[in-house]
C-alpha cells in the first residue's frame, strides 16, 4: 500500500456528472455552513475574521485535494480556540504562524512514520476530558459578546475571567442580550423547519440585516475589526527569534496531535456514516501540508471538521470536489460580499459559539465515563480541570502520563505469580494433575512480565525458605516480557547457578517471548535444554537433573 495517495485519485476514475452535481451542491451548503464558523472561532482565538476565511479557503481547499477521506471537510475548528489563544496572547501573530508551520511538518512526519492507526488508541477519557474542557472555555470565552460587556481586554485566566464578567455585570447591552438569545433561539429551533439550510446562517441574515438597517447599538465584526480585506495576503513566513522558536515546539506539538485527533476522528465518523474507508497517514500528510501554507499566507492551524464533514455526506457529497468547490465558495464570498460579513453583530457570533461549546461538551459522553471505573473518571476529571485552569498541552501531558500509569497498574493486577510443591494445596487442580518430584519447585506466571509487574515475582521467590534443586517456571501465560523481566529471569538464574541449582523454563509459547529470550542470549544461559515445550517434558529433564550426583 502506498504510503501517500490522495483519495481524488481514485474517486474521479469513474466520475460522471450526476455526481459532480451532488458534490456541487453539497460544496456550496458547506462554503454557506463554514462561513459563521470560520469568522467565529478565529475571533474567539483573539484573532482577526479574515485569518479565519483565508485558513478555511485555502487549507480547505488542499485537504480536500490531497487528503485520504473522500469526503472530509477541513478548516478552521473549536478545539484550536484555547491553544491559537494562549499562543497569540504570549507570542503574537507571528509566533502564532511559525507554530503553526512547525506543526505541519510534525503532521507530516507522523503521516510518513505511519502514526495514522497509532492516534487512535489515545485514550477516550483523555480525549472527553480535553475536548469538554475546551467547550467549557469557549462558553466562558463568549460570556462578554453574548451579554455585550463593556469591558476591556477578557482576562486569559478562567477563575479571573469570571470575576472580571461579575464586576462588570452592570454594563450588560440589553440589545445584545436579545440578539444572542435569538440567536439560540433560532438555531434551536431551526432544524424543525428543515435541515438543508443551517439555522446559523439564518441567525447571521436576520441579526445583521436588523443591526445594519434599524441602527441597533451593538458591536459588529466591522466596528471591533475594521473593514475585512478585498484579497488574499501574500505568502509570507515570518522571523522569530532562537529562544521563541524554542519555545514554541510544545504548543506546536499540541497543534499537531489535535489536529490528527480531530481529522482522524472526522474521517472515521465519516466512514461510518457512508461506508467508507480513508487512509490515515495519508489524511495526516494532507493536513501538514495544508498547515503549513495555511501558515504561508497567514492564517490559523486547520482539522477536518466533524460536524461539516457530516453536512457534507447529509447533502450528497462524495467526493474530494465537494470540499473543493466548499472552498471556492468561501473565495468567492471574500471577493464580492466580504461588505455585508462586517455588519455581523458579535452577539450573534457568541450565540453560535454558545451552540457549539455544548455540542462539544458531550455532556452524555462525559457523565458516561465519569460513571464508569475510577481510573478513567480519574483521566478525565484531571485532563478537564487543567485544561480550563491551566493549559491545554499541560493537560494531554499529565493526561498522557495518568492513563499510562493506570494502564501499568490494571497489567499488574492482570498478571500473577503461583507458587506450586508436591505438598501443596491444590496443586493437582493448578498442574493439570501432572506430579511434581521431591526437590522440584514450580511457579507458573500468568500475564505479561513486564517492569511493573517484574515485582511480584521477585516477592513470590522470597517464600522460598529452602530452595530445591530444581525451579521450573511455567510461562504457557506470558504474551511479551520486556527487559525488567529478562533482568528478573537472569538473576534468578546466576542465583540458582550459585547454589548449584538448575533453572527450567516450560511452555514459552509465545514467539514473542522466545524471540526476546533469544536475542539477549537469555536461552544459552539458561541451556536450551532446559527450554520445554511441555510441563512433562519439564517435570522429566528436572528428574534427569535429580538422578545427577551433586
Known amino acids: 500500500m502506498q504510503l501517500f495517495r ?64 473522500r469526503v472530509q471537510i477541513g478548516g478552521p475548528t473549536g478545539a484550536f480556540i484555547v491553544v491559537v489563544y494562549g499562543i497569540v496572547q504570549r507570542f503574537g501573530i507571528n509566533g502564532l504562524i511559525m507554530a503553526t508551520f512547525i506543526a505541519g511538518i510534525l503532521l507530516i512526519i507522523m503521516g510518513i512514520a505511519k502514526l495514522g492507526n497509532v492516534i487512535k488508541f489515545i485514550p477516550y477519557p483523555l480525549i472527553i476530558g480535553f475536548t469538554t474542557g475546551i467547550a467549557v472555555i469557549i462558553f466562558s470565552s463568549e460570556i462578554k459578546d453574548f451579554l455585550g460587556l463593556k469591558m476591556g481586554n477578557v482576562p486569559a485566566d478562567f477563575i479571573s475571567k469570571w470575576i472580571a464578567y461579575y464586576q462588570h455585570l452592570s454594563s450588560v447591552n440589553t440589545y445584545a442580550l436579545l440578539t444572542g438569545a435569538f440567536t439560540l433561539f433560532v438555531i434551536l429551533l431551526w432544524p424543525k423547519i428543515t435541515h438543508k439550510i443551517p439555522g446559523s446562517l439564518i441567525a ?215 507458587l506450586a510443591t508436591a505438598h501443596a494445596e491444590g496443586v493437582e487442580e493448578l498442574l493439570d494433575t501432572s506430579k511434581i518430584p521431591e526437590g522440584v519447585d514450580v511457579f507458573e506466571i500468568n500475564g505479561p512480565l513486564f517492569f511493573g509487574a517484574a515485582y511480584k515475582f521477585k516477592d513470590a521467590m522470597k517464600v522460598l525458605e529452602k530452595p530445591s534443586r530444581v525451579l521450573i517456571i511455567r510461562m504457557r501465560h506470558v504474551p511479551v516480557i520486556d527487559a525488567t523481566g529478562i533482568r528478573v529471569l537472569r538473576d534468578v538464574n546466576k542465583e540458582l547457578k550459585k547454589n548449584r541449582r538448575k533453572l527450567i523454563l516450560a511452555e514459552v509459547d509465545s514467539q514473542r517471548v522466545i524471540s526476546e529470550l533469544g536475542k539477549t542470549r537469555l536461552l544459552f544461559q539458561i541451556g536450551k535444554g532446559n527450554v520445554k515445550e511441555t510441563f512433562e517434558g519439564a517435570l522429566k529433564r528436572a528428574q534427569d537433573i535429580l538422578d545427577e550426583p551433586l
Open 6 to 69: 490522495p483519495k481524488i485519485i481514485d474517486t474521479l476514475k469513474n466520475y460522471n456528472k450526476a455526481q459532480f452535481y451532488k458534490d456541487a451542491v453539497a460544496g456550496l451548503i458547506v462554503g454557506v455552513v463554514a462561513l459563521p464558523l470560520a469568522i467565529a472561532f478565529v475571533i474567539a482565538s483573539g484573532v482577526s475574521p479574515e485569518k479565519g476565511i483565508f485558513t478555511a479557503i485555502i487549507a480547505g481547499f488542499i485537504i480536500s485535494a490531497l487528503g485520504g477521506s
Open 204 to 418: 447571521i441574515i436576520i441579526t445583521t440585516l436588523a443591526v445594519h438597517f434599524f441602527k441597533i447599538p451593538i458591536e459588529t465584526i466591522g466596528s471591533r475589526f475594521g473593514p475585512i480585506p478585498f484579497s488574499l495576503p501574500r505568502p509570507v513566513i515570518p522571523g522569530v527569534s532562537l529562544s521563541t522558536l524554542q519555545q514554541l515546539i510544545r504548543p506546536a506539538f499540541t497543534i499537531a496531535l489535535l489536529g490528527s485527533i480531530e481529522s482522524l476522528l472526522s474521517a472515521v465518523v465519516a466512514d461510518g456514516m457512508m461506508g467508507g474507508n480513508h487512509r490515515s497517514n495519508t489524511e495526516l500528510i494532507a493536513q501538514g501540508i495544508a498547515n503549513i501554507c495555511s501558515s504561508i499566507f497567514g492564517g490559523i492551524p486547520a482539522t477536518g471538521a466533524i460536524a461539516r464533514t457530516a453536512t457534507n455526506i447529509k447533502n450528497g457529497g462524495r467526493t474530494p470536489i465537494a470540499g473543493i468547490v466548499h472552498a471556492l465558495t468561501l473565495l468567492v464570498i471574500v471577493l464580492f460580499i466580504r461588505k455585508w460579513a462586517a455588519w455581523i453583530p458579535m452577539a450573534t457570533l457568541a450565540g453560535i459559539l454558545v451552540v457549539v461549546a455544548w455540542n462539544m461538551s458531550e455532556i452524555g459522553n462525559f457523565i458516561d465515563v465519569a460513571k464508569g471505573a475510577k481510573g478513567d473518571a480519574a483521566v478525565l476529571v484531571t485532563t478537564l480541570l487543567l485544561t480550563v485552569l491551566v493549559d491545554l498541552t499541560v493537560a494531554i501531558e499529565i493526561g498522557m502520563i495518568l492513563a499510562v500509569f493506570l494502564f501499568m497498574r490494571k497489567m499488574m493486577q492482570s498478571s500473577s505469580v503461583e
